[in-house]
Structures are given as structure tokens and as C-alpha cells.
């Protein structure tokens, strides 16, 4: 069992900041052991992964926001935050945190998934 509550969703104006939060926890979550990630999904589309948190501290981005967005976790490992500037309309989605033990599914198909936070970028 592992619970992952997202925060931080909301409206912001193109070129602008904004920053998400995920709070992972349960029994079966292992802070040292899990990677975590940001995917998003926007309407009509397929949900892409966009930014990975290895556990051992490495990270990893898609092209479509390297360079504009970081993702990052607190001392514990057990926070995840998505650091989001020079945001783009096209950035408009709803932003799920995820978490899985295997790296390969952090990438493709995470185990646990967060309920969602809208975050809407207006031009």
C-alpha cells in the first residue's frame, strides 16, 4: 500500500512559475528504494512521463520540458517536487505523481499513482 497525494495545481500565465508537490507514504513504500516521477496528461492525449527521480539522487527529462522544468526530492525521499518556470500553454494538463521499486516501470508504467492536480497555463 502506498498513498501519493499531489499539491500545488492551479492557473498560472504563460512564462510563469509554478511549483507541485507530491507527499508519498504507507507501509510498502521504501524511500531508499523507489524512484519517483512526474507524468501528465493532457485532454485527448496519452499520459507522458516528463521528469524521474531516481532514488539514488539521479534525474531524468523528457525534451519537452528539459531545461524549464526540475524535479526534486527532500532529504527523505519521501517529497517530490516539480519545479515548473517558462511554462508554455502546451503545458496544460493534469499532473500525476508515481512512484514504483523498478526504474524501468518509474519510466513506462509506474506501480502507485497520485490522484492528479490540474495546472492550467494560460498564453
Known amino acids: 500500500q502506498v498513498q501519493l497525494v499531489e499539491s500545488g495545481g492551479g492557473s498560472v500565465q504563460a512564462g510563469g512559475s509554478l511549483t507541485l508537490s507530491c507527499e508519498a507514504s504507507?507501509?510498502?513504500?521504501?524511500?531508499?528504494?523507489?524512484?519517483m516521477a512526474w507524468f501528465r496528461q493532457a485532454p485527448g492525449q496519452e499520459r507522458e512521463g516528463i521528469a524521474f527521480?531516481?532514488?539514488?539522487?539521479?534525474?531524468l527529462y523528457s525534451d519537452s520540458v528539459k531545461g524549464r522544468f526540475t524535479i526534486s526530492r527532500d532529504s527523505a525521499k519521501r517529497t517530490l517536487l516539480l519545479q515548473m518556470h517558462s511554462v508554455k500553454p502546451e503545458d496544460t494538463a493534469i499532473y500525476y505523481c508515481?512512484?514504483?521499486?523498478?526504474?524501468?516501470?518509474?519510466?513506462?508504467?509506474?506501480?502507485?499513482w497520485g490522484q492528479g492536480t490540474q495546472v492550467t497555463v494560460s498564453s
Open positions: 508515481a512512484a514504483s521499486p523498478l526504474w524501468y516501470r518509474c519510466q513506462r508504467n509506474p506501480n502507485y
Open positions: 527521480s531516481q532514488s539514488g539522487g539521479g534525474t
Open positions: 504507507g507501509p510498502d513504500f521504501i524511500s531508499g528504494g523507489f524512484c
